[in-house]
């Protein structure tokens, strides 16, 4: 009797670990698949600075924090929401607030 208790506990934990696990999502990437996904309105075109594109995404932070730009000017464009703080979250950078 003890060991079907004993048996049955280790089954119910191990299901429970299966059923938890931890599922795999998907990285912020810009119009990609997925709760993290980036979006930005198709109404506007990128502004010159974005180009080349890789290089703004790796140094927007460097042009915003120097003060050549004004994070308040990035929100005409950009929702922070689903825009700046899906990817900065899954970053650990700070949030972007209005
Ligand atoms: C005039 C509108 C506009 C302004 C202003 C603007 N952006 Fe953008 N941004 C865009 C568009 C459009 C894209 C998408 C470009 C593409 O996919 O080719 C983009 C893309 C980006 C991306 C890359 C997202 C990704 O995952 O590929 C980042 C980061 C970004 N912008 C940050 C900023 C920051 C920081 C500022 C302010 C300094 C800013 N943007 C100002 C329109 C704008
Ligand atoms: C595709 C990912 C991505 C998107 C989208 C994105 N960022 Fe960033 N951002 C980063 C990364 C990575 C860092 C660097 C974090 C670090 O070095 O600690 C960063 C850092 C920053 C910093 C400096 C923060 C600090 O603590 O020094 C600012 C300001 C910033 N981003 C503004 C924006 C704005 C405004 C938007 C939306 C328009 C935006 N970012 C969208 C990835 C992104």
Same mark, same amino acid.
């Not at 990437?29 to 993290?36: E, F, I, M, Q, S």
């Not at 929702?79 to 825009?83: N, W």
């Given at each position: 009797m003890r060991k079907l208790i004993l048996a049955l506990a280790v089954l119910i934990l191990l299901a429970t670990a299966v059923a938890l696990y931890p599922s795999y999502v998907e990285k $912020? +990437?810009?119009?990609? !698949?997925?709760?993290?996904a980036v979006y930005i309105s198709a109404e506007y075109a990128a502004p &010159? /600075?974005?180009? $080349?594109l890789d290089f703004w995404q790796t140094h927007h932070m460097d042009m915003v924090n120097r003060g050549?730009? &004004?994070? !308040?000017?990035?929100l005409y464009c950009h +929702? $922070? &929401? /689903?825009?700046c703080n899906n990817c900065h979250d899954y970053v650990g950078a700070q949030r972007i607030e209005k």
């Open positions: $912020p +990437v810009k119009d990609g !698949a997925g709760p993290l &010159e /600075y974005h180009s $080349p050549d730009l &004004e994070q !308040a000017d990035c +929702v $922070p &929401e /689903y825009s």
